[in-house]
């Protein structure tokens, strides 16, 4: 969550980083020219949007011949955790799973075990999980128990 990508790709490349995801909002002008640099450095580039940023803005970063490979869904609004998941950005999980069948499409915001069940069977297959996961008490459970919602429900997309 930077306003200015570009300016992180190298340093993250050098890092060892294999994957570099931006906001779609931060990167409207220059998209594309990010997109090049990322894969340039090794990585797998990924975009991200907020809640109030329509899916279709993302389709052609998808679409393009200079493409991401992953598209984050926020179902919160970006800025700090322990927030409250939003079911109805369902809506926007769904339509990319029917539109790319084989996208990485990764849900991060409210995720834990209550939630994992809308995320997976909406078509996520990528969980970032904060607060469920740190707050815990045996960690581990929780990662498994979400990692075989998504895979039991894989099948179904």
Known sequence: MVTNPLDYVESF???GA????????????????L??????????????????TPIEEVYPLVEGENHVD???VMTVEPGFGGQKFMPEMMD????????????DIEVDGGLGPSTIDAAASAGANCIVAGSSVFGA???????????NRVEGVKAAW
Request: net charge positive.
């Open 13 to 15: 490349g050098k890092a």
């Open 18 to 33: 294999s994957g570099f995801t931006f906001h779609i909002e931060a990167a409207r002008e220059n998209w594309n020219e």
């Open 35 to 52: 997109i090049q640099k990322i894969k340039a450095k090794g990585m797998k580039p990924g975009v991200s949007l907020k809640p109030g």
């Open 70 to 72: 992953l598209v984050l």
């Open 92 to 103: 926007k999980v769904r339509k990319l799973r029917q539109k790319y069948p084989s996208l």
């Open 137 to 147: 008490p045996e960690p581990a459970q929780v990662i498994s128990l979400m990692r």
